[in-house]
């Protein structure tokens, strides 16, 4: 298996600019997260899935965040519009079943100017 | 509601030293018990894990024992390499769909 898939690896934009983070999780895997990371914040956790539907996304932390699962196999995070400390490296993960370990992509660096 | 807490890093050590990083939990119920490592520039990924008490995860020379009875899960490796520098977090499962991390420990290993 090719694990989980996230594109692109590395994003710089502008301010104000509409950002599309993208996940293919592992197949057969019925949870999806999404993650930020930062040196302030450490790891966090902003919305997950099961089945494609949305179950928690009491971490987005604002509405210029938004996530969507259309199928098992895709999963996008859109920030718009973006702002410099929207600044981060966005990992996707995904587990088989509830509570199971948890697969995570290589993340992408988010940089916004 | 559930927790964990690691110890506050860095941790600096030369290479062949013994290495502990200390992990304590708080859970209503069974949970089970993760490390993960994250070497720079790369994401999470899982080092060990144990699912009930007593159970002892280990992979690449790393160990961790479930104590239930101290509510902790301590990472230990014998002897450590320049290439175990990493960030390496605890984490549980319990009652909810979601893994709960700590705030990871900084490993910093020296020739």
């Known amino acids: 298996d090719a694990g989980v898939i996230q594109s692109p690896r590395h994003e710089v934009t502008e301010m104000g600019q509409e950002v599309t983070l993208r996940c293919k999780p592992i197949?057969?895997?019925?949870?999806l997260f999404w993650y930020r990371q930062t040196m302030m914040r450490g790891l966090e956790l902003l919305i997950y899935?099961?089945?494609?539907?949305?179950?928690?996304d009491s971490g987005m932390p604002e509405d210029r965040f938004s996530a969507k699962m259309p199928n098992a196999s895709f999963s996008t995070l859109k920030i718009q519009p973006s702002e410099p400390r929207d600044s981060a490296v966005y990992f996707c993960?995904?587990?088989?079943?509830?509570?199971?370990?948890?697969?995570f992509g290589p993340g992408t660096r988010l940089t916004v100017l | 509601g559930n927790s964990v807490t690691q110890m506050e890093g860095p941790v600096t050590l030369s290479e062949e030293a013994f290495l502990t990083i200390n992990c304590t939990y708080t859970?209503?119920?069974?949970?089970?018990l993760f490390w993960y490592v994250q070497y720079p520039g790369e994401g999470l990924q899982l080092l060990l894990k144990?699912?009930?008490?007593?159970d002892k995860g280990s992979n690449k020379g790393f160990e961790a024992t479930y104590r239930k009875e101290t509510t902790s899960f301590h990472l230990e490796k014998g002897s450590v390499q320049v290439s175990d520098s990493a960030v390496y977090f605890c984490?549980?499962?319990?009652?909810?769909?979601?893994?709960?991390f700590g705030t990871g420990t900084r490993l910093q290993v020296f020739p």
């Open positions: 144990a699912t009930k008490a007593d």
């Open positions: 197949s057969g895997h019925d949870y």
């Open positions: 899935f099961n089945n494609n539907v949305p179950i928690d």
């Open positions: 859970a209503t119920g069974y949970p089970s």
């Open positions: 984490a549980l499962s319990g009652d909810t769909d979601k893994l709960i």
């Open positions: 993960a995904s587990s088989r079943s509830r509570g199971d370990e948890q697969f």
